[in-house]
């Protein structure tokens, strides 16, 4: 059967995914195909607001920053209230903290005594900490303990102090989503969207304001992705440049040119290797993303040369695309990983620095001191993959999209009378990295969406987002004898938002649509979007560790194993 009738209307199948969800308009520029262009500011929204057309035009510029700024305030505002409290530390904080207050003493992870793992009192006078200058063996590289030794440098070694950088870092990462999804989806507010979603996730909410690494992780990899989305659109605007011209101004595809143009130096490309080399070098789940995302930017060069022209692209892309995609992600996320590494270089009493000195071998021809971090890098890898010790909250990677274990962070009883407890029996605070319920699981919904999206409709977009996401999830699932928590899913997070935001944009319909139908599109997105608001701040009081009643905190258990 014919896709379109003889009239030129699409054949019914495809009206019907017309109204299903959002399908573009055919391009039949090839420069348009190659570089999407941002829409002009004349959308309905801003002629419903009524403003002069000059106005409007202003108003829309000025939303493409003022848009994810104001979001991005709004997030950081409840993330940095009370940001010292609880004071004492919470969950591996009793980690990372003190292994960042050593790096910035030492340049390497000194010794704590076992006897003072956890004392707050021994922490609040730096004068009597009894930080011991031998090196300490550590799981995790340094890079995430240093950025959280920047909040210690500032603030001393508080509370505030080890939580402020990852307050930071979770603020500007839904800045950078909002920009991110607007670059992605072409649509201001879908990419406010997407970053107000992430605002009010639970998860994300909790790891902002505990000096954990996850965060931190998503916030290296979430700036690549973005730096590879910027790459992306400049490398194809250079092919796009170089294809002919024909006489009525439209730029035609051609074989040769687009089989043989290079793109130019890609700094974009250059930063997302140094920003996925600082991820990788805070926790090692970095380098999946590392490898998945190496993959998807050359597929997109494959794409990139089919539009142009390219009877054979892959050809084209082994060519001329290859070997620079690889050096400026692989070698430079190496070089990246290395330069983190410079105070245990620097010193004498880091953990096995001095392992390889005097001995001989096969490798002696390398360095002695890569030898000594090569051995100890693989002790760790044994002890990370080793690691079975039984956790009352660890959970299986298969459960984590549905909330099935969540983490708890800090749980304290209160007596009535004491700390704000009014209540007649004792009350409770507690800190559960909990995503919002309601966003959770509409995210799954939106993962089938946008799977359907690239598996049918094979759109870029929802490939990016299920790369994203399968670099962050799947490779847990090589791991499930080891004792792994559900705040994982933090990292790939951003791109859950990304999927739902691109589910309801598909509710609210194009653009074109008749105007009863963009009306209940519009009052089904809102709605939701609402309850997954309403959601967060129904849990909000175990996320910040308030003071409320037992009971109270009871009935936000929703699953027994919640609790």
């Given at each position: 059967?014919?896709r379109k009738a003889a009239h030129g209307r699409p054949a019914s199948w495809e009206r019907w995914l017309h109204r299903f969800g959002y399908v573009a308009s055919p391009r039949t520029s090839v420069?348009?195909?190659?570089?999407?262009?941002?829409?002009?500011?004349?959308?309905?929204?801003?002629?419903?607001?009524?403003?002069?057309?000059?106005?409007?035009?202003?108003?829309?510029?000025?939303?493409?920053?003022?848009?994810?700024?104001?979001?991005?305030?709004?997030?950081?505002?409840?993330?940095?209230?009370?940001?010292?409290?609880?004071?004492?530390?919470?969950?591996?904080?009793?980690?990372?903290?003190?292994?960042?207050?050593?790096?910035?003493?030492?340049?390497?992870?000194?010794?704590?005594?076992?006897?003072?793992?956890?004392?707050?009192?021994?922490?609040?006078?730096?004068?009597?900490?009894?930080?011991?200058?031998?090196?300490?063996?550590?799981?995790?590289?340094?890079?995430?303990?240093?950025?959280?030794?920047?909040?210690?440098?500032?603030?001393?070694?508080?509370?505030?102090?080890?939580?402020?950088?990852?307050?930071?870092?979770?603020?500007?990462?839904?800045?950078?989503?909002?920009?991110?999804?607007?670059?992605?989806?072409?649509?201001?507010?879908?990419?406010?969207?997407?970053?107000?979603?992430?605002?009010?996730?639970?998860?994300?909410?909790?790891?902002?304001?505990?000096?954990?690494?996850?965060?931190?992780?998503?916030?290296?990899?979430?700036?690549?992705?973005?730096?590879?989305?910027?790459?992306?659109?400049?490398?194809?605007?250079?092919?796009?440049?170089?294809?002919?011209?024909?006489?009525?101004?439209h730029v035609r595809p051609d074989d040769d040119i687009a089989g043989r143009a290079g793109t130019g130096v890609r700094p974009w490309r250059l930063a997302a290797g140094v920003f996925l080399g600082?991820?990788?070098?805070?926790?090692?789940?970095?380098?999946?993303?590392?490898?998945?995302?190496?993959?998807?930017?050359?597929?997109?060069?494959?794409?990139?040369?089919?539009?142009?022209?390219?009877?054979?692209?892959?050809?084209?892309?082994?060519?001329?695309?290859?070997?620079?995609?690889?050096?400026?992600?692989?070698?430079?996320?190496?070089?990246?990983?290395?330069?983190?590494?410079?105070?245990?270089?620097?010193?004498?009493?880091?953990?096995?620095?001095?392992?390889?000195?005097?001995?001989?071998?096969?490798?002696?021809?390398?360095?002695?001191?890569?030898?000594?971090?090569?051995?100890?890098?693989?002790?760790?890898?044994?002890?990370?993959?080793?690691?079975?010790?039984?956790?009352?909250?660890?959970?299986?990677?298969?459960?984590?999209?549905?909330?099935?274990?969540?983490?708890?962070?800090?749980?304290?009883?209160?007596?009535?009378?004491?700390?704000?407890?009014?209540?007649?029996?004792?009350?409770?605070?507690?800190?559960?990295?909990?995503?919002?319920?309601?966003?959770?699981?509409?995210?799954?919904?939106?993962?089938?969406?946008?799977?359907?999206?690239?598996?049918?409709?094979?759109?870029?977009?929802?490939?990016?987002?299920?790369?994203?996401?399968?670099?962050?999830?799947?490779?847990?699932?090589?791991?499930?004898?080891?004792?792994?928590?559900?705040?994982?899913?933090?990292?790939?997070?951003?791109?859950?938002?990304?999927?739902?935001?691109?589910?309801?944009?598909?509710?609210?319909?194009?653009?074109?649509?008749?105007?009863?139908?963009?009306?209940?599109?519009?009052?089904?997105?809102?709605?939701?979007?609402?309850?997954?608001?309403?959601?967060?701040?129904?849990?909000?009081?175990?996320?910040?560790?308030?003071?409320?009643?037992?009971?109270?905190?009871?009935?936000?258990?929703?699953?027994?194993?919640?609790?």
């Amino acid at each position: 059967m014919s896709r379109k009738a003889a009239h030129g209307r699409p054949a019914s199948w495809e009206r019907w995914l017309h109204r299903f969800g959002y399908v573009a308009s055919p391009r039949t520029s090839v420069r348009d195909r190659l570089v999407v262009p941002f829409p002009e500011p004349r959308s309905q929204l801003w002629r419903t607001l009524g403003p002069s057309p000059a106005a409007a035009g202003r108003l829309a510029r000025w939303s493409g920053w003022g848009g994810p700024l104001l979001v991005a305030l709004l997030a950081g505002l409840p993330r940095f209230w009370r940001l010292g409290s609880p004071r004492n530390l919470v969950f591996d904080e009793t980690y990372y903290a003190k292994d960042a207050w050593s790096l910035r003493r030492l340049g390497y992870e000194g010794t704590w005594p076992d006897s003072k793992t956890a004392d707050p009192q021994v922490l609040a006078d730096p004068q009597v900490i009894p930080l011991s200058d031998t090196g300490s063996f550590v799981a995790h590289p340094p890079t995430g303990k240093w950025v959280i030794a920047l909040g210690e440098w500032m603030f001393g070694l508080s509370p505030f102090g080890w939580r402020f950088m990852t307050a930071v870092m979770g603020t500007l990462s839904v800045l950078m989503l909002c920009r991110i999804g607007r670059r992605l989806f072409r649509s201001t507010a879908l990419g406010c969207l997407a970053g107000a979603l992430m605002a009010v996730d639970g998860s994300h909410f909790v790891m902002s304001r505990t000096a954990l690494l996850d965060l931190i992780v998503m916030f290296f990899v979430l700036a690549a992705f973005g730096c590879l989305l910027i790459d992306r659109d400049r490398a194809r605007a250079r092919l796009a440049a170089a294809l002919p011209v024909d006489d009525d101004g439209h730029v035609r595809p051609d074989d040769d040119i687009a089989g043989r143009a290079g793109t130019g130096v890609r700094p974009w490309r250059l930063a997302a290797g140094v920003f996925l080399g600082l991820a990788a070098s805070t926790k090692w789940n970095g380098l999946y993303f590392l490898a998945f995302l190496t993959i998807l930017t050359l597929l997109w060069d494959v794409g990139a040369r089919r539009v142009a022209g390219a009877r054979h692209p892959y050809r084209a892309v082994l060519r001329r695309d290859l070997g620079r995609s690889v050096l400026s992600l692989v070698p430079v996320a190496a070089a990246t990983y290395l330069a983190t590494w410079t105070g245990w270089f620097l010193s004498d009493d880091g953990y096995g620095r001095h392992w390889a000195d005097g001995r001989g071998g096969t490798w002696s021809w390398i360095p002695a001191p890569l030898r000594s971090l090569w051995h100890y890098e693989h002790g760790v890898y044994q002890f990370n993959v080793g690691l079975h010790t039984p956790h009352s909250y660890q959970s299986d990677p298969w459960s984590w999209l549905v909330l099935g274990r969540p983490v708890l962070f800090h749980y304290q009883s209160v007596k009535p009378g004491e700390d704000g407890c009014h209540a007649a029996s004792d009350c409770s605070q507690a800190i559960l990295a909990l995503g919002t319920p309601l966003l959770w699981w509409s995210a799954c919904c939106a993962l089938v969406y946008v799977l359907y999206r690239w598996a049918l409709r094979r759109d870029w977009r929802a490939g990016a987002v299920l790369c994203a996401v399968g670099a962050g999830y799947l490779p847990w699932f090589l791991y499930q004898e080891r004792t792994v928590f559900s705040f994982y899913t933090v990292v790939f997070l951003p791109y859950l938002c990304l999927a739902l935001a691109m589910m309801l944009g598909a509710l609210l319909g194009p653009p074109g649509r008749k105007a009863e139908r963009r009306r209940r599109g519009v009052v089904a997105a809102g709605a939701l979007v609402l309850l997954i608001a309403w959601n967060f701040i129904y849990f909000f009081p175990v996320y910040t560790g308030l003071t409320i009643p037992y009971s109270s905190w009871h009935t936000r258990m929703w699953l027994d194993t919640w609790v």
